[in-house]
């Protein structure tokens, strides 16, 4: 499984940004994706994901501002961030997982990473 995030940048608060992660090597029904970050200097924490059924997981702390979504056509996993904020700072990455976890592929995949597939992820920043 192969995994290329892009889409990464800097913004002003309250800003937008939509990451992909581009997936190669497996199909849908074999993994499921989750999007995660880490700011310097923190723990690589779970903010989305996405299983092999369409249903979507959500962090608290990111509910109603991010949105994970699926192009099968593109094997392609997107998420929009919008009205970003500073603590949304952080190295963004995409990892394949186990399908059928749901969300509990947020907290499985940081506690144990080899249990997973990662890209090599991309930066926001998020400026005042």
């Known amino acids: 499984v192969q995994l290329v995030e892009s889409g990464g940048d800097s913004v002003q608060v309250g800003g937008s940004l939509r990451l992909s992660c581009a997936a190669s090597?497996?199909?849908?029904?074999?993994?499921?994706i989750g999007w995660f970050r880490q700011a310097p200097g923190e723990e690589r924490e779970g903010v989305a994901a996405?299983?092999?059924?369409?249903?979507?997981h959500y962090a608290d702390s990111v509910k109603g501002r991010f949105t994970i979504s699926q192009d099968n056509v593109k094997n392609t996993i997107y998420l929009q961030m919008n009205n970003l904020k500073p603590e949304d700072t952080g190295m963004y990455y995409c990892?394949?997982?186990?399908?059928?976890?749901?969300?509990?592929?947020?907290?499985?995949?940081?506690?144990?990473?080899?249990?997973?597939?990662w890209g090599q992820g991309t930066q926001v920043t998020v400026s005042s």
């Open positions: 990892a394949a997982g186990t399908p059928g976890l749901g969300g509990l592929l947020l907290t499985v995949l940081v506690s144990s990473p080899n249990f997973g597939f």
């Open positions: 090597g497996h199909t849908n029904s074999e993994y499921m």
């Open positions: 996405i299983d092999n059924d369409g249903s979507t």
